[in-house]
């Protein structure tokens, strides 16, 4: 499974009910190049790490160093994301575009929608899940790829707002108002609510604006496949 | 947590409908798969498995999805994971399939994928081929008694009987009901865990004869006492050596031997004792003779550990043990084991002291009944170590009388003191008070006789004058 490469590889906070850390692992031993991306429950105790990666060895008949590599990879990660767990996030009134742009074995899918992040109950699963069905999408794996980048996606914006509310406090300390105003923006992400949902605009989006947000789910045929996939090499090379 | 392997058998199968609408009628593990494609073989203790519902068994064994404490995980969420990696397995049931394989395209966190997998893995809903491997512990046995397992099962697929109840590996004796198809073991079977509508007087008793496996030609037997004489008492290598021979073959067939009695030592006498035990059969010393059965007997999947009724651990124990043996067995070996304790009783009775019953168990013993000297050792030293306890508490108790006579006494005297202290005051008070009274008395007697005196001056005075 592979996905577009971006240079994150964390873990989402809390802007979900269930925080589940989305993993991305891409090791490379002896030749041998394993990529994967999948959900992990950082509420499993860690010794599920090592299970794990010994099984995923097993099924893919992947030489054994793989092993601790793997869980040591998983590890770092799931580390990582405990820092950031108990921090505090900024969260006003935030809707956050997110877009998917992304390609699992023959699928490309793009979407924009947005995204609610002080409703916990929102799960990214449960979207992707329903997409799928939607979208009449056969291939089973895109799924998982799809709540992926949700999370990954979701996990970047909270990064972002912990490290503003960091920089809050701070310019607290220096009583700068003007920082105020920006961080309110939230770094330009989110939307204004005020400009968005007043008295005399309408929550219908303009029919204008319809394209943007439709999601478009094409199947490629194996020379695309094939084309994508050198020119993803190249940009990771 | 996740089901590894299930001891525990799965409670009543009441809330379900146990036909899956591919399965045929439920087919015994040993039977080997059938060809037709579109026939799925689900085994018999699994026969739960429907896609409409959750049976109780996945409540039990995959509790994290049922206890709402994970907003993610919740039933709907359960049934999706396991219908979808059920479909995906019969979409080629005779491939197996990888936990990688499916984790990928189901939509989750890999942890309680893995745990779902793993429990249907584990029941043998996926990756199920119903020849020869049936539950994972199994591949703990020597590579000698895999082979003749493997050998065996082939040749007679009916001594391997797997238990619908708890799914262990009936040995020695099972009970067959035909009726509704079921196989249990003894300790099933005693236990009443078999479905509802089924009652005790369906099954028969079924003898799972060893013998039956192989016979014993002279090279065997050679090569049997070669090695034992090697390794003594480590029947792993032993069954190596002999060829096409499992551990329990070599044991029984050893016993079976005309000389085997001058082989088996002094300090291995528990160790024969519970071989004789195993064909004897005591109910009485059923707890602690058992569990050295157990350690004894190779067949470990038989756990002799009491999980029985709590209410009577012992005849539940005795009941099982009975059940396995066959009737008239444990007839005999009940009215041998009646006879010997009240033998022991009335011996212990007139020999006040241990060490005479001892030695009179030392008398016994040189008499060669082995059996009957472990017995009564037993109970004699039961009956000792109760008079020890009794006198133990007789101290006891008297140390606890003595102390709180001790408290008492010493209140007593405290009192006393007391008493003779307020005595004391009593009497000084009184000393003050006539003190007092004197001083009183003093004070009016000056007073008067002042006065008198002073009238008599006057007189004097006056009579003076004039």
Request: with cysteine; proline share 5%.
């Amino acid at each position: 499974m592979k996905l577009p490469a971006t240079s994150s590889s964390k873990a989402p906070v809390k802007p979900t009910a269930d925080n589940l850390v989305p993993i991305r692992l891409d090791i490379e031993t002896e030749g041998q190049r394993y990529k994967d991306a999948f959900t992990w429950n950082p509420s499993d105790p860690d010794s599920e790490v090592v299970v794990f990666a010994k099984r995923t060895v097993r099924d893919l008949k992947l030489p054994p160093q793989f092993i601790t590599q793997i869980a040591q990879s998983i590890q770092t990660q799931l580390t990582e994301f405990r820092s950031y767990e108990g921090q505090d996030m900024y969260t006003a009134e935030k809707i956050v575009p997110i877009k998917l742009d992304l390609r699992v074995n023959h699928t490309l899918i793009k979407d924009h929608f947005l995204w609610d992040l002080n409703n916990y109950e929102s799960d990214p699963e449960e979207f992707a899940r329903t997409f799928c069905n939607d979208m009449g999408i056969e291939d089973p794996e895109v799924g998982p790829a799809v709540a992926f980048a949700i999370r990954e996606q979701l996990y970047e914006i909270a990064i972002q707002s912990v490290a503003s509310a960091r920089e809050i406090k701070i310019s607290k300390k220096g009583r700068r108002g003007a920082e105020h105003a920006i961080s309110s923006k939230g770094g330009g992400n989110a939307l204004d609510l005020m400009k968005l949902f007043r008295y005399n605009s309408s929550v219908v989006r303009k029919r204008k604006e319809w394209y943007v947000y439709e999601p478009i789910v094409d199947i490629l045929s194996n020379e695309e496949v094939d084309a994508l996939e050198a020119r993803e090499d190249r940009n990771t090379r | 947590m996740a089901a590894k392997s299930p001891v525990k058998e799965p409670p009543g199968t009441s809330a379900v409908n146990p036909t899956t609408p591919l399965a045929p009628p439920p087919v015994k593990p040993e039977l080997p798969s059938s060809s037709e494609p579109d026939v799925v073989n689900v085994p018999s203790y699994s026969r739960w498995f429907s896609f409409d519902s959750i049976s109780e068994c996945e409540v039990k064994f995959l509790p994290e999805f049922f206890d709402s404490r994970s907003p993610s995980k919740n039933p709907r969420v359960y049934r999706y994971y396991r219908d979808s990696i059920v479909k995906h397995y019969r979409e080629n049931p005779s491939r197996k399939i990888t936990f990688t394989d499916v984790r990928r395209t189901l939509v989750g966190d890999v942890g309680s994928i893995r745990r779902v997998f793993d429990f249907l893995e584990t029941w043998g809903l996926i990756n199920y081929f119903a020849s020869v491997k049936t539950l994972k512990w199994e591949d703990k046995e020597t590579k000698s008694s895999a082979a003749s397992a493997e050998s065996s099962s082939a040749l007679k697929e009916t001594s391997k009987r797997l238990c619908n109840g708890c799914k262990t590996l009936c040995t020695i004796a099972c009970f067959a009901c035909d009726k509704y198809d079921l196989t249990l073991c003894a300790r099933c079977y005693v236990r009443g865990n078999h479905r509802v509508g089924v009652s005790s007087s369906d099954f028969r008793r079924v003898e799972i004869s060893e013998e039956a496996r192989s016979d014993w030609t002279e090279k065997e037997t050679l090569q049997l006492l070669e090695a034992i004489m090697h390794f003594g008492d480590d029947w792993r290598k032993v069954a190596q050596h002999v060829s096409g021979k499992s551990e329990k073959d070599c044991i029984t067939h050893f016993i079976k031997l005309p000389f085997g009695q001058e082989f088996i030592c002094k300090e291995s006498d528990s160790e024969d004792v519970d071989n004789k035990f195993f064909s004897i059969n005591n109910p009485s010393d059923a707890v602690s003779e058992s569990e050295n059965v157990g350690a004894t007997s190779p067949s470990k999947r038989m756990r002799l550990t009491p999980l029985a009724d709590a209410s009577n651990p012992i005849m539940a124990q005795a009941a099982f043990l009975s059940a396995l043996a066959g009737v008239e067995i444990a007839e005999v070996a009940a009215r041998a084991a009646v006879t010997t304790l009240s033998d022991v009783d009335d011996r212990a009775s007139k020999g006040s002291l241990m060490r005479n019953t001892r030695q009179q168990e030392a008398g016994v013993a040189s008499n060669g009944d082995a059996t009957q000297n472990a017995l009564a050792r037993a109970s004699v030293d039961a009956s000792s170590l109760i008079e020890k306890e009794e006198l133990d508490v007789e101290k006891a108790i008297s140390g606890i009388v003595e102390v709180q006579m001790k408290e008492i006494q010493d209140k007593i005297i405290r009192f006393e003191s007391l008493d003779l202290q307020m005595e004391e005051e009593w009497k000084q008070l009184e000393q003050v008070k006539n003190l007092l009274f004197v001083d009183q008395l003093s004070v009016l007697f000056h007073k008067s006789n002042a006065r008198k005196n002073g009238d008599r001056t006057e007189e004097n005075v006056k009579t003076d004058v004039s």
